[in-house]
């Protein structure tokens, strides 16, 4: 196996001032790392009127930019809109389910969809709010064709994802059925990367490593830490990073994969102004420290 890829997740472009130059650094080092691709985990760049501009700078860098670039949907993607609306708009339409690549087989998974009964609904236009608890679930008919894509996978596979696929605070609610799905595959599951907690996390369960990739731009703080960062002006105009703690610089990581390991090279920043310890920041079931960093990591194959 040799394959290198640029992974980003959580920029939440419309929620920053600086949303675009975050991304633009993903994607020089990206270039600069000379990477066989890259991908992004959802809460990203969807249509609607917050940060409009930022958005159509986001839209003009994807379509030049020349390196493959896959993104997976995450929840507030359809805050505002139907998942079809958000590929359009950022031209994934005919992003393939899984393909391969440097000998490892990658699939991108959605599991943006919840239960409401027996029914497994998909996020459309903020609707997964409704019921409370239900984040998230990989469908029957998701699972299925998980199922079916690893059984002729040729190779090792990494699964992409925006919410977790391990037991997690928001990650799916049956975890269970997924690693099943997992122990059947006959090539194995090398790596699950997700995003949506904005937390950096790495745990390992059946020889497959679950990481969790650290927003590219905050931790959300919530209403009842409502305070200044960057002044009036500029909150005027982003009023949600009034409820962040905000990560100076962009973070991201570059993986590799070759034969003998997973290696990680992530980003290491800092939280601006007050943090979680100057606020007494606590929610309710958090176990992960917050910190403005994706650690660097070689998680070894094949013990
Ligand atoms: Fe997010
Ligand atoms: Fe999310």
């Known amino acids: 196996m040799q394959v290198r890829f640029g992974i980003m997740a959580d920029s939440h472009i419309e929620f920053m001032h600086d949303g675009p130059s975050r991304v633009r650094a993903f994607l020089e080092a990206c270039k600069e790392e000379k990477c066989d ?18 958005k159509e700078e986001i839209r003009t860098l994807l379509r030049t930019f ?21 590929r359009a ?5 005919k992003q393939p389910y899984s393909f391969d690549l440097g000998g490892v087989h990658f699939v991108f998974p959605d599991t943006c969809f919840y239960r409401e009964g027996a029914k497994e609904m ?3 236009h903020g609707n997964y709010r409704s019921t409370h608890g239900a984040i998230s679930v990989l469908p029957s008919r998701e699972l299925a064709r998980l199922r079916t894509d690893l059984a002729a996978a040729k190779h090792p596979a990494v699964l992409f994802t925006h919410h977790s696929l391990i037991e997690s605070r928001t990650g799916i609610r049956n975890p269970h059925s997924l690693r099943n799905a997992i122990k059947d595959a006959p090539c194995g599951v090398l790596l699950c990367a997700c995003g949506h907690e904005h937390v950096d ?5 059946d020889g497959t490593y679950y990481l969790c990739i650290n927003s590219m731009s905050y931790y959300w703080a919530g209403e009842k830490y409502d305070h200044t960062t960057y002044g009036e002006a500029i909150e ?15 973070l991201f990581a570059i993986v590799e994969i070759t034969d003998g390991a ?6 290491a920043s800092e939280i601006v102004g007050m943090g979680p ?20 990591r070689v998680l070894p194959i094949g013990r």
């Open 66 to 86: 020349p390196i493959p670039f896959y993104t997976v949907l995450g929840n507030h993607d359809m805050d505002e809109n139907r998942k079809s609306d958000v």
């Open 37 to 54: 691709f890259c991908v992004d985990l959802g809460d990203f760049c969807p249509p609607g009127e917050m940060g409009a501009a930022a």
């Open 122 to 124: 998909a996020y459309d």
């Open 277 to 296: 310890s100057e606020m007494a920041f606590t929610k309710k079931g958090l176990s992960d420290p917050i910190t403005a960093a994706i650690t660097d």
């Open 201 to 205: 996390r790495l745990s390992e369960k």
């Open 236 to 250: 005027r105009e982003h009023p949600l990073l009034r409820m962040v703690f905000p990560y100076r610089d962009p």
């Open 262 to 267: 997973i290696t990680v090279r992530g980003r």
């Open 89 to 93: 708009f950022l031209g994934f339409e």
